[in-house]
């Protein structure tokens, strides 16, 4: 092999891996078990889930001082 092949496969390996890892860090968190605070806003509109096709939602829910989010995937089918 070639030097130059050898470079191109090893950076087509990198940006392969990046991609790898940047699409697990995205992925949508599940909602947090321990918020049960029923002050909340409003669901918004928070990327896509479910292999792209769902509604991925989040909000924020208070009790006085302390706050937590709330994640879901909804049915509705994702709007780009």
Known sequence: MNRSLR???ILLTLLIVSLAVTSVLTLPRPAEAACSYTACGNWLWNGCCSAGTKQYQYRQCCAGTSCCF???????ACSF
């Open 70 to 76: 709330q994640y879901r995937c909804t049915t509705a």
């Open 7 to 9: 470079i191109r496969l």
